[in-house]
T-cell receptor, first 112, second 113 residues
Framework: SQTIHQWPATLVQPVGSPLSLECTVEGTSNPNLYWYRQAAGRGLQLLFYSVGIGQISSEVPQNLSASRPQDRQFILSSKKLLLSDSGFYLC???????????FGPGTRLLVL | GQQLNQSPQSMFIQEGEDVSMNCTSS?????WLWYKQDPGEGPVLLIALYKAGELTSNGRLTAQFGITRKDSFLNISASIPSDVGIYFC?????????????FGKGTKLSVIP
């Protein structure tokens, strides 16, 4: 069966520091991968999605970037965090046809 | 862009009562999904609907894909305390190779024992 992992689970970072969140999927190959942000426990905002290694589509211009160095690895990064980057970050995967997305456990980021 | 209206925004019910929530869209979808999210965790898929008119059950949960393809509802029968959480609908239109889901803003369910 497929599983999706995210780490860290919780992160507290100062403003201006870099960020790297990691997501990995097991039990499937060539998945579509997604990064979402959820503010205040409601509403999921799609940030990035990837249909293959090195292929990244950005949905919202912002302070963040994403990379996919391996088939089942998706990384969310920032060079300098802003206070507004605080939130709950969710990674998800789907098959190539993309109808159904499955979410990871999430990373809670607090920027102080 | 596509928008989903999910209602109600929140609801408080007595344990044992039935629950109904729905989502409507300004445009058609090919897929409707319902998720539940517990505090501090990722959303968990409850039911997936792939065909207009489809009615699907998962235990005490029942969801339907509207005939017009612009709406879906989720019913929970005989609610129990562990039903507490936020329920999200999501729709996908797979035209033009799009993989994106459009999410509703969620229905926060509270169950009073």
């Amino acid at each position: 069966s497929q599983t999706i992992h995210q780490w860290p689970a919780t992160l507290v970072q100062p403003v201006g520091s870099p960020l790297s969140l990691e997501c990995t999927v097991e039990g499937t190959s060539n998945p579509n991968l997604y990064w979402y942000r959820q503010a205040a426990g409601r509403g999921l905002q799609l940030l990035f999605y990837s249909v293959g290694i090195g292929q990244i589509s950005s949905e919202v211009p912002q302070n963040l970037s994403a990379s996919r160095p391996q088939d089942r690895q998706f990384i969310l990064s920032s060079k300098k965090l802003l206070l507004s980057d605080s939130g709950f970050y969710l990674c998800a995967w789907s098959t190539g046809t993309g109808e159904t997305q499955y979410f990871g456990p999430g990373t809670r980021l607090l920027v102080l | 862009g596509q928008q989903l209206n999910q209602s109600p925004q929140s609801m408080f019910i007595q344990e044992g009562e039935d629950v109904s929530m729905n989502c409507t869209s300004s445009s058609i979808f090919n897929t409707w999904l319902w998720y539940k999210q517990d505090p501090g965790e990722g959303p968990v898929l409850l039911i997936a609907l792939y065909k207009a008119g489809e009615l699907t059950s998962n235990g005490r949960l029942t969801a339907q894909f509207g005939i017009t393809r612009k709406d879906s509802f989720l019913n929970i029968s005989a609610s129990i305390p562990s039903d507490v959480g936020i329920y999200f609908c999501a729709g996908q239109y797979s035209g033009a190779g799009s993989y994106q889901l459009t999410f509703g803003k969620g229905t926060k369910l509270s169950v009073i024992p």
